[in-house]
T-cell receptor, first 111, second 113 residues
Framework: NAGVTQTPKFQVLKTGQSMTLQCAQDMNHEYMSWYRQDPGMGLRLIHYSVGAGITDQGEVPNGYNVSRSTTEDFPLRLLSAAPSQTSVYFC??????????FGNGTRLTVT | SQQGEEDPQALSIQEGENATMNCSYKTSINNLQWYRQNSGRGLVHLIL?????REKHSGRLRVTLDTSKKSSSLLITASRAADTASYFCATDARASGTYKYIFGTGTRLKVLA
């Protein structure tokens, strides 16, 4: 099993550009989520999903969209990148009541 | 505001000493988890404690949970320089039939050799 795979590992965007961060898991987990972590800070929940076709907002959803068309994939879309979205993004998945499995993160810089 | 608040924000101890960090949360939970993050790396799961458990051990780690106070503590005994990392609690905040995992603000632990 590959676990949780995030791509890309690094990305530089100009203000106003859009892009999609990819997240895939091969563990048949129903729960998937996206977090952002700013320097020296904790993880803040952006969006999450408890199953295919079901998504909901987390703590900091503005400026991001998600969809969950399959159990395996949970892409995060930045609609119009802003410097405030410079951060490290983590995708995680789990079964209910079980530990979260994290991807290795995507380091995004918006100039 | 975040579901979990941790204190202290930073902790510096000598090797061999014990380190205690605390986590408080706001809503009802089914479980609480602790994670470690080394600088610039991903998160590593340490312990999961369920709401009907009061204490759990794993090696040098001891976690307690007090659901009446909505708080948990992580104790690392006989700390080592390799324990230097940030530690986060995460709770499965529940509302309206769904659940989501919310992280605390973290404690940065530095163990001095």
């Amino acid at each position: 099993n590959a676990g949780v795979t995030q791509t890309p590992k690094f990305q530089v965007l100009k203000t106003g550009q859009s892009m999609t961060l990819q997240c895939a898991q091969d563990m048949n987990h129903e729960y998937m989520s996206w977090y952002r972590q700013d320097p020296g800070m904790g993880l803040r929940l952006i969006h999450y999903s408890v199953g295919a076709g079901i998504t909901d907002q987390g703590e900091v959803p503005n400026g991001y969209n998600v969809s969950r068309s399959t159990t395996e994939d949970f892409p995060l879309r930045l609609l119009s990148a802003a410097p405030s979205q410079t951060s490290v993004y983590f995708c995680a998945s789990s079964y209910e009541g079980s530990p979260l499995h994290f991807g290795n993160g995507t380091r995004l810089t918006v100039t | 505001s975040q579901q979990g608040e941790e204190d202290p924000q930073a902790l510096s101890i000598q090797e061999g000493e014990n380190a205690t960090m605390n986590c408080s949360y706001k809503t009802s939970i089914n479980n609480l988890q602790w994670y470690r993050q080394n600088s610039g790396r991903g998160l590593v799961h340490l312990i999961l404690i369920r709401s009907n458990e009061r204490e759990k051990h794993s090696g040098r780690l001891r976690v307690t949970l007090d659901t009446s106070k909505k708080s948990s503590s992580l104790l690392i005994t006989a700390s080592r320089a390799a324990d230097t990392a940030s530690y986060f609690c995460a709770t499965d905040a529940r509302a309206s039939g769904t659940y989501k995992y919310i992280f605390g603000t973290g404690t940065r632990l530095k163990v001095l050799a």
